[in-house]
């Protein structure tokens, strides 16, 4: 943060000197894996059809859920602790955020400030479903999961990735404990080894891979979560030394993050 008469602007990612180059590995790092996680769940598919269409009818769109949301909040108003009435809330506001998204002229889908806040309200209803009931929705968690690895990159602190990290991870737990698959196994490793749980990811793994057929097929997912694994290893190595230089400045780690890629200018992020 500034202090009186003192021009610097001090914070969490310190993006001068010597860290300059430790962010730009994080970031770089990030920007490639999280885009990764749309194939883990959905497979290769067309992200606009995930998103919607642009311009005014993506506008039209959010606003249908936006006042999907107020109606049930009314409701909720009457029954704040009905988990019905969350989950539904919790989908239109994730509909509205992926209404809001947008693309720049490189064709590359956009994660808008207003599509962050949609997900942000999310996130926290989410969190109000998840006390309000003993049996939390499958269908809600694969929803909000990847949505809470894009927070995780649009984090302005080194705290706050590793929360929205961990959400996600809790979430792709949710639904592999239900639908126990590859596919779900698999994700879930690949969200614990960022969410730094090498245990748990371990674990999923080793179920996932007794899932496999064949041999090319067990190959290429040992191949393929060894390289998340690694990955998921320097993103951690990188976010300690950061958080390490901070402490020897004297930066708290609840200051805000500089992007150095923008901050929500990223792209292909989310499912």
């Known amino acids: ?14 993006i001068r000197g010597k860290r300059r180059n430790v962010v730009k590995v994080v970031y770089a790092i990030l920007a490639v894996l999280m885009g990764l996680s749309l ?12 998103f919607g269409g642009s311009g005014s009818e993506s506008g039209a769109a959010a606003k249908v859920y936006e006042e999907q949301s107020t109606r049930i909040e009314r409701k909720l108003a009457k029954s704040p602790e009905d988990p019905d009435l969350l989950l539904a809330l919790t989908r239109a506001q994730l509909n509205a955020g992926n209404q809001l998204v947008e693309q720049n002229s490189a064709g590359q889908t956009v994660i808008t400030t207003d599509t962050v806040r949609k997900y942000q309200q999310a996130s926290e209803t989410w969190s109000e479903y998840l006390k309000a009931t003993n049996e939390p929705s499958p ?11 894009t927070l995780a990159e649009s984090s302005r602190s080194t705290g706050e990735f590793e929360e929205n990290m961990q959400s996600a991870a809790e979430a792709a737990e949710i639904v592999a404990k239900k639908r126990p698959s590859l596919n779900s196994l698999s994700t879930l490793a690949y969200y614990d080894y960022f969410a ?44 300690k030394a950061v958080e390490k230089a901070n402490k020897a400045s004297g930066a708290s780690g609840k200051e805000s993050l500089e992007n150095p890629f923008g901050g929500l200018g990223g792209g292909g992020l989310g499912e």
């Open 1 to 14: 943060m500034a202090k009186q008469g003192d021009n610097e602007h001090r914070m969490v990612f310190d």
């Open 196 to 239: 730094f749980d090498n245990a748990g990811a371990e674990k999923a793994r080793a179920e996932a891979t007794e899932l496999t057929k064949g041999k090319f097929e067990r190959e290429n997912l040992e191949n393929q979560l060894d390289e998340y694994k690694k990955r998921a290893e320097e993103v951690e190595k990188q976010i």
């Open 39 to 50: 194939f883990l769940v959905t497979g290769i598919g067309n992200i606009g059809d995930l």
């Open 139 to 149: 269908n809600g968690a694969q929803l909000i999961a990847p949505t809470f690895v």
